[in-house]
């Protein structure tokens, strides 16, 4: 079993990268040997142009490497901090990268991230907007990462709500290990049709 977690800030010292480790941490002590974490901070993607969909040699250098690690995943957490109501553009940079087959029929967990009482934006717009070419499948659930500041420090919760937050996550990733096994099946199945399908409607 392989998760992939992609934290979705640009910025360098970003909450949502800090997130990002407390979650890959999480997953290792469940036992998940197999884990990549892709950072946007600092911005390592360049925006989308042509050559991405051209075999162009400096996109294949910069893309190719991410492109393995998320082909051979069986789930994606995506962490995504809200920045004026929405997604960080360099996350919506990385689903058109993704392009069509890299993430399709396999579960994605939204884990959102806010300074202080917001989370809900980025998690409709990743349910509404991420997933018609890439075919992610989002589970259910998502976590929500309010008053980041003050919470996923540490081994020990530091309050009633840090200690939730953090049994809601590990119920969530357990969850989310358990599609990535069934979506396993969807995705043998001899269904799936990629090339006559390529793009969703
Ligand atoms: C450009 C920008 C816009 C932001 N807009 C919002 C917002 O609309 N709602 C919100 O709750 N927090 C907003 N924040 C604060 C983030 O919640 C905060 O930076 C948090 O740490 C998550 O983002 P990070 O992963 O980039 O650190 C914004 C932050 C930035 C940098």
Redesign the pocket.
């Known amino acids: 079993m392989k998760i992939s977690i992609i934290a979705g800030?640009h910025?360098r010292e970003?909450?949502?990268?800090r997130v990002a480790h407390y979650l890959h941490r999480v997953l290792e002590k469940m036992g998940v040997g197999n884990l990549y974490l892709l950072s946007l901070s600092g911005n390592p993607l360049p925006l989308w142009d042509e050559g991405a969909w051209e075999d162009d040699p400096q996109w294949h250098a910069l893309w190719g490497p991410c492109a393995t690690e998320l082909r051979s995943s069986d789930g994606y957490v995506i962490v995504a901090?809200?920045?004026?109501?929405m997604v960080p553009a360099g996350l919506k940079n990385f689903f058109l990268l993704c392009g069509t087959d890299l993430l399709a029929h396999k579960p994605g967990l939204i884990v959102t991230?806010?300074?202080?009482?917001?989370?809900v934006y980025p998690v409709a717009e990743l349910r509404m907007s991420s997933y018609k070419n890439t075919r992610i499948c989002y589970i259910p659930d998502h976590v929500v990462v309010r008053n980041?500041g003050q919470v996923l420090r540490g081994d020990q919760a530091a309050d009633e709500y840090d200690s939730a937050l953090r049994a809601r996550i590990e119920y969530s990733l357990r969850v989310l290990l358990e599609y990535a096994a069934a979506l396993r099946q969807v995705r043998e199945s001899g269904v799936i049709d990629l090339n006559r399908f390529p793009y969703g409607m």
């Open positions: 800030s910025r970003a909450e949502s990268q901090p809200e920045w004026s109501g991230v806010s300074a202080s009482q917001g989370g980041v």
